[in-house]
């Protein structure tokens, strides 16, 4: 397994900006697929962006489609989610994730997911 450690700001105003970071470390050459999830009080997991390491594809989830850029930075084993236009309901704890297989196209499931970081409290104040 790989470990994955969340780092970045955790509290903000709404409308405004953050970045959370994740390092991986471990088995990283056999990386297939990246992404961070979320869950907010009362909620399931939910995924929130990903990427494919073979075609360096992207999927957002219809909540953070045009507000949230994920990207990753293979010289520092690093990925990164900014985020942006932040609303309230973005509160939640976030966890990055890794998977040594392809992940699918056009969704982002969990249990595809191998790894996860231990997560941390992103809060939004409106």
């Known amino acids: 397994k790989m470990q994955l450690v969340e780092s970045g700001v955790r509290s903000v105003q709404a409308v405004g900006s953050l970045r959370l970071s994740c390092v991986v470390s471990?088995?990283?050459?056999?990386?297939?697929?990246v992404g961070w999830f979320r869950q907010a009080p009362g909620q399931n997991r939910a995924g929130v962006a990903r990427i494919r390491a073979d075609t360096q594809s992207t999927y957002y989830a219809g909540t953070v489609k045009g507000r949230f850029n994920i990207s990753q930075d293979n010289s520092k084993d690093t990925l990164y989610l900014q985020m942006s236009s932040l609303k309230p309901e973005d509160t939640a704890i976030y966890y990055c994730?890794?998977?040594?297989?392809?992940?699918?196209?056009?969704?982002?499931?969990?249990?595809?997911?191998?790894?996860w970081g231990q997560g941390t409290q992103v809060t939004v104040s409106s």
């Open positions: 471990g088995y990283t050459s056999r990386l297939a697929c």
């Open positions: 994730a890794a998977a040594m297989r392809r992940c699918s196209y056009g969704v982002i499931l969990a249990y595809e997911f191998d790894s």
